[in-house]
């Protein structure tokens, strides 16, 4: 079990180039992981979540990200129980999961165990029985030529309607409500669903309002692209989450993470977050065993140090091999928690190594294999003395993988079996199908 270590001046340092957007210094080595309120106990509570999260802080968990929370409408509903993405009331909390005063409950005892929560917050869209509805504000949303409320255009999503950003008082109270759980409940920030489908200028000036409201919060956008980083410190990793998919279904290999970082333009402040799973993945695009396969602890090993902030999807400690359903209550079984320490080791080498944390002052990986070694990668992430190499095979059948690199010599410890080794320039490893190292000093 790695000691989490703050290392205060650098984490300064952050915050202070992190200045923009007040980001709080936790965020840099933070580790994230996503719950599905309704499907992560029998009981589908937040009182259930609370009593667990003393065993994901333990497994190195850093921010709990809650998907909507909010009640969801009832008029053109999507199976039995709806979708979390179609919100009735901005401002309440789903009854199937509690009341306000549990949510408020949920959100103190993780502070008091040093964790944040974020929760979803779904701005391009609302139920079309929205109470802004019933309140007569239909100029808020896109009306169809008939003047009536309609999806997303685009979309099969004919359970939503589709908001109108030119109207000013619509912005207004939008960033009202999202000011509303940041004072009333302390919550430390968002996931913003489908945020490339808001206005940018929207949500700068949401950030400006959330900075001035609390002591600073941590966005992170469902979305890809720079411009974002204006307002979100962390975008998904949508592209480099499809190139682990097509690697482990041989349709790319390792060049195509060389070309991924070679064309990746930087930012100082944003970073991706990296993911094998999340919410949409399981339930429409399938489990890491149908999209990965044997594959999928490589790939897992290289989302959490490559760049970025590592995302857990609730249930993958289970090895979660079913995809869970969207509108009905479908449990995860919690019996086989058989991969709780793989994870620990990943997210605790992320909490507390300099050369993983994220945003200002992080390093691109440093490539030591070539684009041409096609079923191997090794890449070394390093910062301030602090280093991490990691060796992936990415093949289904063993490989010796050598390599030559000076910097990397010296003493390093194994991350999954803890035993110490000095390398010297010349390195040569086994490495089984899929198989994978991880060191670090």
Not at 70 to 91: E, F, Q, W
Not at 350 to 363: D, E, I
Not at 389 to 412: E, R, Y
Request: glycine share 6%.
């Amino acid at each position: 079990m790695f000691k989490k270590i703050l290392f205060g001046a650098l984490l300064i340092v952050a915050q202070a180039s992190f200045a923009q957007l007040n980001t709080p210094k936790w965020v840099a080595n933070a580790t994230i992981y996503e719950v599905n309120v309704r499907q992560f106990s029998k009981e589908g509570t937040f009182k259930a979540l609370e009593a667990q999260l003393p065993r994901l802080q333990k497994m190195g968990v850093d921010i709990i990200w809650l998907m909507p929370i909010h009640p969801i409408g009832v008029k053109n509903r999507k199976g039995t129980l709806g979708s979390y993405y179609a919100v009735r009331d901005y401002r309440a909390v789903n009854p199937e999961f509690g009341d306000f005063e549990d949510f408020k409950a949920l959100v103190e005892a993780a502070h008091r165990l040093n964790m944040k929560v974020i929760i979803d917050w779904v701005a391009n869209h609302t139920s079309p029985d929205h109470v802004w509805v019933d309140q007569g504000h239909q100029d808020w949303y896109t009306l169809d030529s008939l003047g009536q409320l309609q999806p997303t255009i685009g979309t099969d999503w004919w359970d939503v309607a589709d908001l109108n950003y030119d109207n000013k008082e619509m912005r207004q109270e939008m960033i009202s409500c999202m000011e509303f759980w940041v004072k009333n409940a302390k919550i430390d920030g968002y996931r913003c669903d489908v945020a490339g489908w808001v206005p940018m200028d929207f949500w700068k000036d949401a950030r400006k309002a959330l900075d001035a409201a609390g002591n600073g919060v941590f966005m992170l956008a469902e979305a890809e692209g720079n411009e974002l980083y204006d307002a979100f410190e962390a975008t998904y990793g949508w592209e480099f989450h499809h190139i682990m998919n097509d690697i482990a279904k041989g349709k790319k290999d390792a060049a195509a993470v060389h070309e991924f970082f070679a064309r990746l333009k930087p930012v100082n402040n944003g970073f991706h977050m990296n993911f094998t799973s999340n919410h949409d993945e399981n339930s429409w695009n399938g489990t890491e065993m149908e999209r990965m396969g044997d594959a999928r602890f490589a790939m897992a090993v290289m989302a959490a140090t490559i760049e970025g902030m590592p995302l857990v999807y609730n249930g993958q400690e289970t090895s979660l091999d079913r995809r869970l359903a969207f509108f009905e209550k479908d449990e995860i079984d919690w019996t086989k928690m058989d991969l709780v320490s793989f994870y620990d080791k990943l997210l605790h080498l992320h909490q507390s190594n300099p050369a993983l944390f994220a945003g200002v002052g992080q390093q691109a990986p440093r490539f030591i294999s070539k684009a041409s070694d096609k079923n191997k990668l090794v890449y070394v992430r390093e910062r301030d003395g602090h280093q991490v190499l990691v060796v992936l095979n990415l093949s289904a059948a063993p490989q010796q993988i050598k390599f030559t690199d000076a910097a990397t010599a010296g003493d390093f410890q194994n991350l999954f079996d803890g035993k110490k080794l000095s390398l010297k320039s010349d390195k040569s490893f086994d490495v089984p199908a899929w198989g994978y190292k991880v060191l670090y000093r």
